[in-house]
T-cell receptor
Framework: EAQVTQNPRYLITVTGKKLTVTCSQN?????MSWYRQDPGLGLRQIYY???????DKGDVPEGYKVSRKEKRNFPLILESPSPNQTSLYFC????????????FGDGTRLSIL | QKEVEQNSGPLSVPEGAIASLNCTYS??????FFWYRQYSGKSPELIMS????GDKEDGRFTAQLNKASQYVSLLIRDSQPSDSATYLC??????????????FGKGTKLSVIP
């Protein structure tokens, strides 16, 4: 079954404690991306990756890092989380057409206290 | 700043009617246009994409694009209660230095009344 898997699904943590949200896809897709969704602001792109070792900033990259060492994995790293990064995060992947997320993960709800 | 505007709704239509969802965008050079459906508490799912002026039909869904008016719409024929969801419009535009930017609207909440 084609899947984008995010972990964890829910996380409550404290300011400044480094955390990583993992994202893995089993469809051999080149393009992967991260979004955050906030009430009243909609879905905003954080980072995207066109392929292994190729990443670029989206609309709201500040405070986030990503890496793409393998095609299937695209982790999102918050080195020093702050309360304004409390949000619902989605990872997505696509094949063929870049910049067009086709498959989304189930989301990670992150609360930074 | 590229903007994508949608009426937040809620848009209520009776079952069996046509639901019309609208989206306008600010960047005249925008190239690709997408509609995503998001059920409450779920992730978005891609339902339609359109790249050139005119209509594109897929089952009960029709996407309409008018680049001159910077307007894209989604029509849902024979609306069903299962169509009740938030619909997100997304627009892809060149942002310079070989990069593109995909901008989402805030979404329109559709409620189909049985």
């Amino acid at each position: 079954e084609a899947q984008v898997t995010q972990n964890p699904r829910y996380l409550i943590t404290v300011t400044g404690k480094k955390l990583t949200v993992t994202c893995s896809q089993n469809m051999n897709h080149e393009y992967m991306s991260w979004y955050r969704q906030d009430p009243g602001l909609g879905l905003r792109q954080i980072y995207y990756s066109m392929n292994v070792e190729v990443t670029d900033k989206g609309d709201v990259p500040e405070g986030y890092k990503v890496s793409r060492k393998e095609k299937r994995n695209f982790p999102l790293i918050l080195e020093s989380p702050s309360p304004n990064q409390t949000s619902l995060y989605f990872c997505a992947s696509s094949f063929g057409r870049a910049y067009q997320p086709q498959h989304f993960g189930d989301g990670t709800r992150l609360s930074i206290l | 700043q590229k903007e994508v505007e949608q009426n937040s709704g809620p848009l209520s239509v009776p079952e069996g009617a046509i639901a019309s969802l609208n989206c306008t965008y600010s960047d005249r050079g925008s190239q690709s246009f997408f509609w995503y459906r998001q059920y409450s508490g779920k992730s978005p799912e891609l339902i339609m994409s359109i790249y050139s002026n005119g209509d594109k039909e897929d089952g009960r869904f029709t996407a309409q694009l008018n680049k001159a008016s910077q307007y894209v719409s989604l029509l849902i024929r024979d609306s069903q209660p299962s169509d009740s969801a938030t619909y997100l419009c997304a627009v892809l535009a060149y942002s310079g230095a070989g990069s593109y930017q995909l901008t989402f609207g805030k979404g329109t909440k559709l409620s189909v009344i049985p």
